[in-house]
């Protein structure tokens, strides 16, 4: 009980900090700062609380909001981190503040998604996850997209979480709340013919709303949309029996998937302990059994974190806070790509380490086994295999050719 008691202490946040921060500052985005214009859907209730614009509440119907947010010069600020306000109004030269809220219509937000679509006309989509108030969601959303350089139209869904580690079942009825929500506007992305592609990312809790907002979908049309095209869970706070038949339930025409998972998060430890002590997606190991099995069999792409360090005390927000691992998603994973091409720098040696062939592929393996990520790709393991195969066939071959000889 007292590490318990211990664990929800180091889950609190927001100590300290001001109330408002979504109040528009009035200084301009201050000299070699960053604009990151984010579109916000929501089903929190809206509340008359300056800056604050939506509540933990549940909302009778969706909202969207375009807010755009300054982030300090690179000089100023550490990659992964978001620089909060000391106080208000915030110093855009140090900290990130709010240039301006803009509420929209259904109308204006296709008006929107077209100027901001880049050439890619690819959609990324972020679903926060458990104690995030509002600004939270936003402000880590916008640290994100900038620090990974992705190449998408920035789509933040926001769900009524009461930021509060006492209002964990309030939280997780309100991902089951928002399930319609979120599969309308998946469908509406999808359908717009400005969108080429979709990439959804979901965090801890949002994982379940996520998936289960894909499984309706599949469920009423038969399949994912076609659009939709990548999914990835970081830290994802889900029952790994109850994703295996959400899994099946999506059919064979289902996106891709990518998981970050860390055997070391202490936030999916007390979610294990509240849940029944059934493990957590986002904290199983992918090279042991039944795991390896199931993620080869699913084609599920798994980025072990477990080695890397985290910036918080809970392991729980490594997926943003480790530049190696932003970068990855801004250059590989939000367009679809793979993360064990040598182009990545850390691919193959990590690839090899995490299929478990450590032991059969000399000097490569000796450097990665040391490495912070490891990749569990199962289309990897299966090229690796085969070059196996074909190489023992070599071997065989020649030796039959010798003893003829």
């Not at 110093?91 to 880049?118: D, G, H, I, M, Q």
């Not at 009423?220 to 994703?243: C, E, H, M, Q, W």
């Not at 199931?294 to 599920?300: L, M, R, S, T, V």
Request: hydrophobic share 40%; net charge neutral.
């Amino acid at each position: 009980m007292i590490a318990v008691t211990m664990l929800l202490g180091a889950l609190s946040s927001c100590a300290g900090r001001p109330e408002g921060v979504l109040i528009p500052t009035a200084s301009a985005s201050a000299p070699g700062a960053s604009t990151v214009d984010v579109l916000v859907a929501t089903t929190r209730k809206s509340t008359e609380t300056p800056g604050v614009l939506f509540s933990g509440e549940r909302g009778k119907e969706p909202t969207v909001t375009e807010i755009k947010v300054s982030i300090p010069p690179d000089s100023a600020r550490e990659v992964g981190q978001v620089q909060w306000p000391k106080k208000l109004p915030a110093n855009p030269a140090k900290e990130f503040a709010t240039l301006s809220v803009t509420p929209r219509t259904p109308e204006s937000s296709r008006s929107w998604l077209r100027e901001n679509l880049p050439k890619s006309r690819r959609v990324m989509v972020f679903v926060h996850g458990f104690n995030n108030r509002y600004e939270d969601a936003v402000y880590r959303f916008a640290q994100l997209v900038h620090d990974s350089k992705a190449d998408a139209a920035p789509v933040l869904f926001t769900w009524p979480s009461r930021g509060s580690v006492f209002a964990y079942n309030y939280d997780k009825e309100s991902t089951n709340y928002s399930r319609d929500a979120l599969e309308t506007m998946l469908h509406r992305l999808a359908k717009d013919p400005a969108v080429g592609e979709v990439t959804i990312m979901a965090h801890s809790m949002g994982s379940w709303l996520t998936v289960e907002a894909l499984r309706q979908m599949a469920i009423r049309d038969g399949r994912v949309a076609p659009k939709i095209s990548n999914v990835i869970l970081a830290s994802p706070d889900l029952d790994v029996d109850v994703f295996g038949r959400q899994m099946a339930e999506l059919g064979k025409n289902r996106p891709h998937f990518t998981l970050f998972v860390s055997q070391d998060d202490r936030a999916l430890s007390l979610s294990r302990r509240i849940s029944g002590n059934i493990d957590r997606l986002g904290q199983v190991n992918p090279t042991v059994e039944p795991y390896r099995s199931e993620f080869e069999k699913a084609g599920i792409v798994v980025l072990d974190l477990t080695k890397l360090q985290g910036g918080d005390r809970l392991n729980h927000g490594k997926f943003a806070e480790s530049p190696e691992v932003v970068k990855l998603i801004g250059n590989r994973l939000i367009a679809g790509q793979t993360v064990t091409d040598s182009d990545v720098g850390i691919g193959e040696r990590l690839g090899a380490v995490a299929l478990g062939t450590a032991q059969t592929v000399g000097g490569a393996a000796s450097v990665a086994v040391s490495a912070p990520i490891a990749i569990f790709d199962p289309t990897t393991r299966r090229n690796y295999n085969e070059q196996v195969g074909r190489l023992g066939q070599a071997i065989g071959n020649t030796a039959e050719t010798a003893v003829g000889q």
